[in-house]
């Protein structure tokens, strides 16, 4: 919000405060000097200011008082507003090329997240990217662009390790080579994925396995179950704690037998 904006802002309700104040004063000079039954003129202080200035002075005062108090009101609750609004906003704007340049917001590619470009895909304008700001958060609905427009991008770019919630695996077909053939191990974890595409796996049994202490191997596998065996149902919870039991003896069989 300009300087210029809040300065009109705060002289038009002036205006208007001091406008409604002329009007109650209207009233009240017309009321006093005709009576009640009078028609309510509104143009009355104006036609016989001057006789009323010279010749009735607390009148005079009266109208001052009540048209000033309404201006001097309007006055300090828009200044009020309009300081609220600069607090809460500051000087928010869109950036230009040059802001951009000054603030960081061109840096190399794979140093942070490139967010845009000032021309269109195929320009050799400018990446927006930015290491001093290294978070953001992109939100649109499905099917707008996201993973293919700033997830993939980036995934190509950053030099850096990611980790990546990629449910439709798309994000892996398209990078993963890439990644692998900068140096970087790629790993695809999907234990979901019944249709046997390649995928690592993760034993969370084979590190309670490789313990030597037995009683250190039942208290891990008992809180591993308390992990995994969970319910909100109170009704549950005397089964829960069998099938807790039942997992703990069952592992610790496994182990003796090496299977």
């Known amino acids: 919000m300009g300087k210029v904006r809040i300065a009109t802002g705060v002289l038009l309700v002036t205006l208007v ?5 002329y009007t109650i004063a209207s009233a009240v000079l017309t009321y006093q000097d005709l009576g009640f039954g009078a028609e309510f003129d509104f143009a009355y202080i104006a036609q016989n200011y001057l006789a009323i200035l010279d010749r009735r002075p607390e009148d005079a005062q009266l109208i001052h008082l009540i048209i000033g108090s309404f201006a001097a009101a309007g006055m300090m609750l828009s200044l009020a507003l309009s300081g609220s609004a600069l607090t809460r906003f500051g000087q928010t704007h869109w950036q230009t090329a040059r802001e951009m340049k000054a603030n960081g917001f061109f840096g190399a590619p794979g140093t942070g997240f490139i967010l845009g470009k000032l021309g269109s895909p195929k ?3 400018k990446y927006i990217c930015s ?3 290294p978070h953001a958060l992109i939100v649109a609905p499905t099917g707008r662009g996201k993973t293919t427009g700033f997830v993939i991008p980036n995934l190509l770019t950053w030099q850096g390790s990611a980790v990546t919630l ?3 695996g798309e994000c892996f077909e398209a990078t993963a080579r890439h990644r692998a053939a900068q140096g970087d191990k790629v790993y695809r974890f999907a234990p979901t994925d019944w249709e046997g595409k390649r995928t690592h ?9 490789e313990l030597k202490d037995p009683a250190r191997q039942q208290m891990e596998l008992q809180l591993l179950a308390t992990l995994f065996l969970q319910s909100d149902n109170d009704r549950v919870q005397g089964l829960l704690k069998g099938g807790i039991d039942l997992f703990v003896a069952a592992g610790l069989l496994a182990f003796q037998r090496k299977r």
């Open 201 to 209: 796996r993760y034993n969370p049994l084979l590190r309670i396995f």
């Open 123 to 125: 320009s050799r304008a």
């Open 166 to 168: 990629d449910v439709k």
């Open 131 to 133: 290491k001093v700001f």
């Open 17 to 21: 405060t001091a406008a409604i104040g």
